[in-house]
């Protein structure tokens, strides 16, 4: 099966190359990479150059927010299998494709891992560990859901479900998978493996107020897909992250 791997990037030069080279360096023989840039200010491009010819594909433009670059990755993605790795991620080692890969047969859509977060200086350095577990039927509504850098999916459920709403500002990737995974009940793999490095400090929980406005997403969610959550799943999604830390 072929994989298509999908970053998104802006003004990622400092991040970007640990990204490509964790996706180049990849023992998985049949990857398209695909590199989506919102018309960088800084050095990003040209680090990309530097790798042009083990790229698939680079487009740079200015674009609605990482929601739309990443639909624009999906559409031209020619992969049976589609995932997102963002520019400031990387793959814990060099047999994470061939895993996942592993893991996909004619019935299964979907496979989701592990990640880890480690410190944006200090790579080596583990500050939470995302746990994911397996899936159960109603998990989302306990709080639950896997971590979207680790989210693997086959082109068709894009094609039959839709992509990313450019409706939310941080919540899109948890509205995806709500809908992927507790809506359309697309069967899924769990592949017990840390495979994604994120490093801290990603958008929806840089401050109280940007979670508050995450949490507020998450409830839009459940409402864009006319679904009802658990008395608890918007108190529960919280309190699961904490104890990620408790894990590490």
Known sequence: MKVSIITVSYNSEKTIEDTIKSVLSQDYPNIEYVIIDGASKDSTLQI???????IAQV??????GIYDAMN??????????IGILNSDDFYA??????SIVAQFTPSIQGVYADLVYVDAI????????WKSGNYHQGDFKKGWMPPHPTFFVKSECYQKYGNYSL????????????????????KINYLPKVIVKMRTGGASNASLKNRIN?????RMAWRMNGLKPG???FIRKPISKIIQFIRK
Request: no cysteine; glycine share 4%; proline share 0%.
């Open 48 to 54: 990309v150059e530097k790798y042009q010819d083990k």
């Open 59 to 64: 487009i740079s433009e200015k674009d609605k």
């Open 72 to 81: 624009k990755g999906i559409a031209i993605a020619t992969g049976d299998i």
């Open 93 to 98: 080692d060099s047999t994470v494709i061939s």
């Open 122 to 129: 200090d790579t080596n350095r583990i500050t939470r560990l």
């Open 167 to 186: 409706q939310l500002k941080s919540a899109a990737d948890y509205e995806l998978m709500l809908r992927l995974i507790h809506k359309e009940q697309i």
């Open 214 to 218: 995450a949490n507020k997403e998450d």
């Open 231 to 233: 008395l608890f799943t």
